[in-house]
């Protein structure tokens, strides 16, 4: 999954399970709250995730 955040960072996220998570190589966990915050979203929408910071608010560019 693709994604911007609020500044136009991109990143690009695997989602798996969360024995198979490692962030380093992009893998993250289904059970995540970054994870659980993009199941089920298609291209063009956004969700927020609540993070440490405070809340961050993503769009999703392309899933692949």
Not at 2 to 28: C, F, K, M, Q, Y
Not at 29 to 55: D, H, L, Q, W, Y
Request: aromatic share 4%; no cysteine; glycine share 10%.
């Amino acid at each position: 999954v693709r994604v911007h955040d609020e500044d136009g960072n991109e990143d690009v996220w695997t989602i798996v399970s969360p024995i198979e998570a490692n962030l380093s190589l992009g893998r993250i966990s289904i059970e995540s709250p970054m994870g659980a915050a993009m199941v089920g979203k298609r291209v063009g929408e956004t969700f927020n995730v609540v993070a440490p910071g405070g809340e961050l608010t993503f769009e999703v560019k392309e899933i692949t």
